[in-house]
């Protein structure tokens, strides 16, 4: 199965580099990086009959978790940024659950794609996560169901919207709300974000669209579905590292289990 197979190439020609230079700085100054219609109308179909048929695979779970995604430090207090919790609620399938034929592991494994997307990155290489379940990952959020504040492990996130629900599921973000490589956690920054003192970006966003955005960094949650129609999200994980897992902590909350 070849990229144009998979996506719009005619609207995205990825291998230019004139195209690459603008999308990375889109992303540069406004921290996200929308392209509607990237994913095609019978890649999209498809991906939607494999995350029906493999709904019953998915580890539903309604938790609690701080948006550092680590264990309770003692060192403060429960209602600290540090410490808050704040809740999440919905299905997930995991890289080990993904068919080696699956469009969405067609397109992760391309070189091409990965190629423009370190090329927007400003990445010299992009490296699949070293444990089973993080690199693809297909999300059910049915109605009432979300997706806490919290910072991304990875240093970017890149998601295709599969299935838009009736109404809410908006992905709501600040970017640069933290320096995680300098051990910067901005607690202050954060506090304001939980009691909503914060105006937050919103990105409205159809199916088959890609979205790019430095998730490590930027604060970000998904709202609550509202509605029948389970909204239906895949996440394409990479490390600009390679080795890297994501923590016990934050495999047991978004997976029900450890690698």
């Known amino acids: 199965m070849s990229l144009s197979d998979l996506m719009n190439k005619a609207a995205y020609p990825i291998e230019s580099n004139d195209f690459r230079a603008e999308c990375k700085k889109t992303l540069a100054e406004n921290g996200a990086l929308v392209l509607p219609n990237f994913l095609n109308e019978k890649t999209i179909q498809a991906i939607i009959e494999e995350g029906k048929a493999k709904?019953?695979?998915?580890?539903?779970?309604?938790?609690?978790?701080?948006?550092?995604?680590?264990?309770?430090?003692?060192?403060?207090?429960?209602?600290?940024?540090?410490?808050?919790?704040?809740?999440?609620?919905?299905?997930?399938?995991?890289?080990?659950?993904?068919?080696?034929?699956?469009?969405?592991?067609?397109?992760?494994?391309?070189?091409?794609?990965?190629?423009?997307?370190?090329?927007?990155?400003?990445?010299?290489?992009?490296?699949?996560?070293?444990?089973?379940?993080?690199?693809?990952?297909?999300?059910?959020?049915?109605?009432?169901?979300?997706?806490?504040?919290?910072?991304?492990?990875?240093?970017?996130?890149?998601?295709?919207?599969?299935q838009k629900p009736e109404s809410g599921g908006v992905f709501e973000y600040i970017e640069n709300m933290r320096d995680a490589d300098a051990g910067e956690m901005n607690y202050n920054g954060v506090s304001e974000v939980l009691a909503g003192q914060k105006k937050v970006k919103k990105l409205a966003i159809e199916p088959g669209a890609l979205v790019l955005f430095r998730g490590r960094n930027a604060i970000h949650r998904v709202t609550p579905t509202q509605g029948e129609t389970t909204r239906m999200l895949a996440v394409l994980a990479y490390n600009s590292q390679p080795g890297i897992a994501l923590s016990e902590a934050a495999s047991k909350t978004f997976y029900g289990r450890v690698n």
């Open 55 to 162: 709904k019953s695979l998915a580890w539903f779970t309604q938790s609690t978790h701080n948006v550092y995604l680590t264990n309770v430090d003692p060192d403060y207090d429960a209602e600290h940024a540090r410490n808050k919790q704040v809740s999440s609620s919905k299905g997930c399938i995991t890289d080990d659950q993904i068919d080696p034929t699956s469009p969405l592991r067609q397109l992760y494994d391309a070189p091409l794609f990965r190629a423009f997307l370190a090329s927007v990155l400003d990445e010299e290489a992009l490296y699949n996560y070293a444990d089973s379940l993080s690199s693809i990952n297909l999300h059910y959020a049915s109605k009432g169901q979300e997706l806490g504040w919290h910072f991304d492990n990875s240093s970017f996130a890149i998601t295709l919207l599969i």
